[in-house]
């Protein structure tokens, strides 16, 4: 029992650190707002808030033509919230 819920335990976190769906749902935001070249950089350690469960770190470039960094940052009863850095 104890090697099942270290197992289940092991799985969440290493699942948990960052969510493709999450940078799909992010992407959309910023190329409506006029971003370009977004690219996912992977799971972002200190980007988000306690409370959120994944961080998506993300490059992409600005309306004015500069390069920026941030990520995407979400729970699972909450929407995806961008964070520039």
């Not at 749902?25 to 409370?51: P, R, V, W």
């Not at 979400?74 to 995806?80: A, D, F, Q, T, Y």
């Amino acid at each position: 029992m104890k090697k099942l819920l270290l197992v289940m335990l092991l799985s969440a976190t290493l699942f948990s650190c960052s969510s493709d769906n999450d940078f799909a749902k992010g992407e959309k935001i910023l190329k409506a707002q006029g971003y370009t070249n977004i690219k996912n950089t992977g799971h972002s350690f200190f980007c988000c808030g306690e409370g959120d469960s994944f961080s998506t770190g993300f490059t992409a470039i600005s309306p004015k033509g500069d390069e920026i960094k941030g990520c995407f940052c979400s729970s699972i009863l909450k929407g995806v919230t961008v964070r520039f850095e």
